[in-house]
């Protein structure tokens, strides 16, 4: 996007999460927290299924800005706070639909108010993003 203006409305990006996908990304991090993987396991310590690694989806929605940004060394700023997981059933493909806002402007930067959903709940709160024009 080469102009940002305030309160424009960036287009939406899904990702697909599915357990290949965490199984990949727990090899790769080193994360290998049976709630990412083992089933029965998740639901022994009271979660609704295996969950995604927040960091993992943490990371996608960074790739979103980087790519509205024009480079991940556009990205000046980012934070979020966890809200909910993002429940992973076996050989069920779900999606993070990730959007924003754009907030203030100034000539350097843009600020950005970002929304991340799984099945229309809100999985990151208070997610933002500084980035440089």
Known sequence: MSTFVTGTEIPAKTFV???????????ASGDQNPIHQNEEFAKS????????HGMY???LVGQYVAEI?????KVQDFSARFTK???VPADVDVELVVSAVV???????AKLEIT?????VKVLGMTKAVILL
Do not use: D
């Open 17 to 27: 999460i599915n357990r290949a996908a965490l199984v990949q990304y727990a090899n």
């Open 45 to 52: 310590v009271g979660l609704e299924n295996v969950i995604a």
């Open 57 to 59: 989806t943490m990371g």
């Open 69 to 73: 940004a024009g480079g991940s060394f």
């Open 85 to 87: 997981p993002v429940v």
């Open 103 to 109: 907030g203030e402007v100034t000539e350097a930067t």
């Open 116 to 120: 991340a959903t799984c099945n229309e």
